[in-house]
Structure formats: structure tokens, C-alpha cells
């Protein structure tokens, strides 16, 4: 069975930094490539991050040179490393596989605001 949980979600000022981390469980993690994704209040679930089982990355625009996605394949864990973070990156950030499956993780809340 699929799960994911993901953690490292705070209440930071613009131009802070913080690292999300997802724990993904079953064969997923083994045989995927993963993703971040993100939804604002209001706005559909939008695609941060992917990356392939051998480290090949892509970002959407927005965050292209700020966030960096990298994963642990023996420890079946995928971060987010997140800088010089915006207003407009607040939202609860989900992990899944970069073709995302049915189950989803509660998600981790960034607020980002002075």
C-alpha cells in the first residue's frame, strides 16, 4: 500500500529558506519518478518538482533557481530544499509520483508572509 508523508512545512518571511521532506512507502519510491506539488487556497493542485529515479530534475518556471528537489532512494525519501522563499509559494506542498497516484499524504502547510 502507497503512503506518503510528508514534513518541514513552518511559517517563514520572504527571502527564508526551508527543506520539506516526504517518506514514501511501498514499491512507488522503488519503480517512480516523484514530484512535489502544491496548492494554494482557492488554486488547483500545480506541479513544483520532478525528479527521475536517476536524479534527472525538471521545475515549473516559478521556481526554477529558488527550490532544488533531490531524493534518497535508500532511505525512499524525497526532499525540497526551498530558498528565497515568496508570498505566492505559500501553500500545502504534497509528494506523489511525477504521475501521480489516487493517494495522497496530508501534505506539510508553507506559509510564507512578514
Known amino acids: 500500500q502507497v503512503r506518503f508523508v510528508e514534513s518541514g512545512g513552518d511559517l517563514v518571511q520572504p527571502g527564508g529558506s526551508l527543506r520539506l521532506s516526504c517518506v514514501a512507502s511501498?514499491?512507488?519510491?522503488?519503480?517512480?519518478?516523484m514530484a512535489w506539488y502544491r496548492q494554494a487556497p482557492g488554486k488547483q493542485r500545480e506541479l513544483v518538482a520532478g525528479i527521475t529515479r536517476s536524479g534527472l530534475t525538471n521545475y515549473a518556471d516559478s521556481v526554477k533557481g529558488r527550490f532544488t528537489i533531490s531524493r534518497d532512494n535508500a532511505k525512499n525519501t524525497l526532499y525540497l530544499q526551498m530558498n528565497s522563499l515568496k508570498p505566492e509559494d505559500t501553500a500545502v506542498y504534497c509528494c506523489?509520483?511525477?504521475?501521480?497516484?489516487?493517494?495522497w499524504g496530508q501534505g506539510t502547510q508553507v506559509t510564507v508572509t512578514s
Open positions: 506523489n509520483g511525477l504521475v501521480a497516484l489516487p493517494t
Open positions: 511501498g514499491l512507488i519510491f522503488d519503480i517512480s519518478a
